[in-house]
């Protein structure tokens, strides 16, 4: 968390400054900003491609429950919970079903 904010204000601030503020090693940081994503977060960037696909295939109207499903048929094996989460990270949402401009309020008769 602390060297993703130094990725954030790198142009702000002088890193040997945030690491002394933050009490990390320089070398750690480095070390951090060099190292490639995990395996995990390479399987997620590739679900993430699907998610996107298919939610557009939808015409956006699929949510996390029915993309889920579809990932499913497709032998994607993934929780719904994981679909869920990749979606809300990423701003990925489903629109919602518009009413007919009927109000619910009874009328007094």
């Known amino acids: 968390m602390k060297y993703m904010f130094m990725a954030a204000h790198e142009g702000e601030y002088a890193v040997k400054r945030m690491c002394k503020v933050l009490r990390v090693q320089r070398s750690g940081y480095y070390a951090w900003r060099k190292r490639k994503p995990s395996t995990r977060e390479q399987a997620n960037q590739v679900l993430l491609g699907l998610i996107a696909a ?4 939808s015409r956006k109207t699929y949510g996390s429950p029915r993309l889920h499903a579809v ?3 497709q032998g994607i094996r993934c929780g719904h919970n994981r679909v869920a989460r990749l979606m809300r990270l990423h701003g990925i949402v489903a629109r919602r079903k518009r009413r007919n401009g009927k109000s619910n309020a009874c009328s007094a008769s």
């Open 54 to 57: 298919e939610h557009a295939k």
């Open 71 to 73: 990932l499913k048929r």
